[in-house]
């Protein structure tokens, strides 16, 4: 059991989405950053689509009524236990009574916080995500408030004394963070609609700055900069979008859409950001930049099967070293 003493700004369960869905107009919804609530979930001997809580910005106060094992990946916003700083990209030993707390966020905007064994919050069309519009999914279909106490699920004495082992004979093992930017460079394919816009666009959106927008949300990432615009009016009929999809309303600036984004826009699209390169954008701050480069479909693809690859090698590894200590 988890006893949440302050929620924090947004502080949410989620896991990698509702897929499935979209034909009926359910949102995927899910993690911002896929790559941090994977590899948390690895650390805390989790399956990668365990339910973990995504911590936005300025995080929550947690006590923890038992013993646990912890990890945090993800942006870093000062985690600390019972006071004293906390490693992320490794796992952690939680005593019964401790208290977890974050500060100042350094890096990123958003942490994951996974426990073994998960959080014991039911399935709403096959997903623990929180839908919060909706007020669907996660815990009782919302962020967290001060006095919530979050349940989860058991694991055996002898799989909590092998972690405590792990934690206790490697206390400077951890998986290599994420490079988090505060300006990072971000891949992007053209879109389908790339071809409708003028000449000086398409080179201004892959030449210049844009700044993220305090209009942000999980939704989507508002950006400001050199105005886009296609070369006349076109009347586009809504079609699918996607994770990453970058839209251009008729204000002219560009809209990267996220983990909440709708089913269906008709707004022009002038590219699609590379999945590998999701969390850069998800992990920037309101009043933060970030420029696109061009990236082909095939090389996208070739990137994402090399992290693919990457993440199983830590899997591997990780289920290693835990052989290691039991």
Request: hydrophobic share 40%.
């Amino acid at each position: 059991m988890l006893s949440i003493r302050k929620s924090g700004l947004q502080t949410a369960v989620q896991d990698l989405g509702r897929t499935g869905f979209q034909r009926y107009g359910v949102i995927a919804s899910g993690v911002m950053d896929p790559f941090a609530h994977r590899i948390a979930n690895l650390l805390a001997g989790n399956a990668e689509t365990s339910p973990t809580l995504e911590i936005a910005l300025s995080g929550p106060i947690i006590e923890f009524d038992a013993d646990h094992f912890i990890a945090i990946c993800g942006g870093d916003l000062s985690p600390s236990l019972n006071g004293e700083p906390l490693a992320m990209w490794r796992g952690h030993f939680v005593p019964k009574g401790s208290v977890l707390s974050f500060g100042e966020p350094k890096r990123g905007a958003r942490s994951y916080l996974a426990v073994a064994g998960s959080f014991d919050v039911p399935a709403v069309m096959d997903s623990h995500s929180t839908y919060l519009r909706a007020g669907i999914g996660g815990f009782q279909g919302r962020a967290l408030k001060n006095g919530d106490s979050l349940k989860t699920l058991p694991i055996s004495p002898q799989r909590l004394d092998a972690l405590k082992n792990q934690n206790a004979q490697t206390p400077d093992w951890l998986i290599p963070p994420a490079r988090y930017h505060e300006q990072p460079i971000v891949r992007m394919m053209p879109g389908r609609q790339y071809a409708l816009f003028n000449e000086a666009s398409r080179l201004r959106i892959f030449e210049e700055t844009f700044t993220v927008s305090a209009n942000s949300d999980r939704m989507g990432y508002r950006l400001e900069g050199p105005e886009l615009a296609l070369e006349k009016q076109e009347e586009l009929i809504s079609e699918a979008v996607a994770f990453g999809s970058v839209q251009v309303p008729a204000d002219g600036n560009p809209i990267v859409l996220l983990a909440d984004r709708q089913t269906t826009g008709g707004y022009p699209k002038i590219g699609q950001v590379a999945s590998v390169d999701l969390p850069l954008i998800s992990q920037l701050k309101p009043g933060e930049s970030l420029k696109f480069r061009h990236i082909s479909a095939d090389d996208a693809q070739q990137l994402y099967i090399e992290q693919e690859q990457q993440i199983r090698q830590l899997k591997i590894a990780i289920q290693m070293k835990r052989e290691e200590w039991t």
